[in-house]
């Protein structure tokens, strides 16, 4: 019994100790950190909080499966979205990369974001200020048609860019 008791006291001790330490409490965070918290900047982005349904006419760009690079097609359509963008200098845009639905989730979104970077890449060689184009990757969550055959899945392989409103 002797042995019990002495094993349930030095349990409780280790217990004890091991709860002492002390945390710090971030009200902001509403929830125990061990270092303050470390605020990022974005400031080089827009905000994406908007309404990005203004009626402009921003074309879309598609791709070949699995590829994020740009077609000489693609590079043209471009070109005339970055023509409304140089003489609408207010005007900020996310460029949102999608996939069709094949391949893992993890993958169809890194493959999203290269090809929305692709589309800023060209943009900003175009002369548009990079810190007036978000980039955001929706993998296949947001499917144009959600058939699968060929049709629907070249549909769903693109990069939209959308306007974001200035408030």
């Known amino acids: 019994m002797k042995k019990v008791l002495a094993f349930v006291v030095f349990g409780f001790v280790i217990f004890a100790c091991g709860c002492s330490k002390k945390q710090n409490i971030d ?46 097609d693609m590079r043209q359509i471009l070109k005339d979205n970055a023509a409304y963008l140089l003489n609408n200098t207010k005007v900020n845009v996310t460029v949102e990369g999608h996939c069709d639905d094949r391949g893992t989730i993890e993958y169809n979104l890194s493959l999203g974001q290269r090809r929305a970077v692709k589309v800023k890449e060209y943009y900003v060689q175009l002369g548009v200020a990079p810190n007036r184009i978000a980039t955001l990757s929706y993998g296949s969550e947001k499917p144009i048609d959600t058939k699968s055959n060929e049709t629907a899945w070249a549909k769903n392989r693109r990069a939209e860019t959308k306007i974001i409103e200035q408030y």
Do not use: I, M
């Open 27 to 72: 009200p902001a965070a509403d929830e125990y950190t061990e270092a303050p918290v470390q605020s990022v900047d974005f400031a080089d982005e827009p905000s994406l909080r908007s309404d990005t349904g203004k009626d402009v006419n921003l074309k879309t760009v598609n791709f070949d499966f699995d590829r994020s690079d740009l077609s000489p």
